[in-house]
């Protein structure tokens, strides 16, 4: 009996295609396109929020949406979207406060008044 190099040829040959197979997956990782959303992650203050939806019908909904503290009605999923209406304010108790802003140190909030005994 006597062996042929054919028998080595086969697991040589897959190791080699699964070498090659983890570099093109590593190459396409590594050189993908940049991805089309903002970068940033958790550390920006997002500035587009959905407020509201309500349907319309079977294919369109109404959208409230707010970007800097204004806000935009939208009507999608027809044939077309529609603005509805615009710059509309947003409520004051639900704007953001500048990123600037800095809460007000203990000493600068005032203590709760005492209460003064009436004069009879």
């Known amino acids: 009996m006597t062996f042929s190099n054919a028998?080595?040829?086969?697991?040589?040959?897959?190791?080699?295609?699964?070498?090659?197979a983890v570099l093109a997956i590593w190459f396409l990782l590594r050189h993908r396109p940049p991805s089309p959303f903002i970068k940033g992650g958790k550390n920006r203050r997002p500035r587009l929020y959905v407020v509201d939806a309500a349907a319309v019908d079977a294919r369109r909904r109404v959208v409230l949406v707010r970007r800097d503290n204004v806000e935009h009605l939208v009507m999608i999923g027809g044939p077309n979207d529609i603005l509805l209406e615009t710059r509309i304010p947003a409520p004051i108790g639900t704007r953001h406060r500048p990123e600037t802003a800095q809460p007000p140190a203990k000493s600068e909030q005032q203590a709760p008044a005492k209460a003064q005994p009436e004069a009879e």
């Open 7 to 20: 028998i080595f040829d086969f697991p040589l040959l897959s190791l080699g295609v699964i070498v090659l």
